[in-house]
């Protein structure tokens, strides 16, 4: 079965430091992939970041990377240069293999930035 | 703006009424998304619908009943809810349905509050 585990309901990080999100997974699936989604408190999910299980580099959008370790099956998410506007739930997901149309979600991390 | 358009944005409803969820997305996608969000729980997959034909009923209780009359527009229809169907309902949609790297983009949700 496939799980998505974030162990860090809250996160606080002072405006302009980098900050680290973590997300483990687990799948017995080949070939999938994992998303990052930011929910700011109007309760739209917005896409931040995807990696493909067979990207040889990490994933990087802006100032958002994906600190991807297939070995440790972990893709934790780094926001770079942090802003009050980042102040949001952030959620890993993963879809997993050709025959899956589910993504699979965390129970998300409550970022907070602070001034 | 992701181009997917959720309308009521809020919902109160007794449980003897019957009620209606739209959600239409401009991206040309081909497969359609039900989520329900409640505190402090992962994301429930419920519905998916792919080219219009329904291809996921995630054990969703039969008051909640979809409908997808084109592959641009999804409807949730309500009726005789209870108050622990009180959640924040995501609309989403892909450009395809299969595939790992197959990115779903959401909606802004309704909040919907039974009493």
């Known amino acids: ?115 | 703006e992701t181009g997917v358009t959720q309308t009521p944005r809020h919902l109160v409803m007794g449980m003897t009424n019957k009620k209606s969820l739209k959600c239409e997305q401009h991206l040309g996608h081909n497969a359609m998304y039900w989520y329900k969000q409640s505190a402090k729980k992962p994301l429930e997959l419920m519905f998916v619908y792919n080219f219009k034909e329904q291809t996921e009923n995630n054990s969703v209780p039969s008051r909640f009943s979809p409908e997808c009359p084109n592959s641009s527009h999804l409807f949730l229809h309500l009726h005789t809810l209870q108050p622990e169907d009180s959640a924040l309902y995501l609309c989403a949609s892909s450009q395809d349905l299969r595939g790992e790297t197959e990115t779903q983009y959401f909606g802004p949700g309704t909040r919907l509050l039974v009493l």
């Open chain 1, 1 to 115: 079965a496939q799980k998505i585990t974030q162990t860090q309901p809250g996160m606080f990080v002072q405006e302009k430091e980098a900050v680290t999100l973590d997300c483990t997974y687990d799948t017995s699936d080949p070939s999938y992939g994992l998303f990052w989604y930011k929910q700011p408190s109007s309760g739209e999910m917005i896409f931040l970041i995807y990696q493909g299980s067979y990207d040889q580099q990490n994933a990087t959008e802006g100032r958002y990377s994906l600190n991807f370790q297939k070995a440790r099956k972990s893709a934790n998410l780094v926001i770079s240069a942090s802003q009050l506007g980042d102040s949001a739930m952030y959620f890993c997901a993963m879809r997993g293999g050709y025959n899956t149309d589910k993504l699979i979600f965390g129970t998300g991390t409550r970022l907070q930035v602070f001034p």
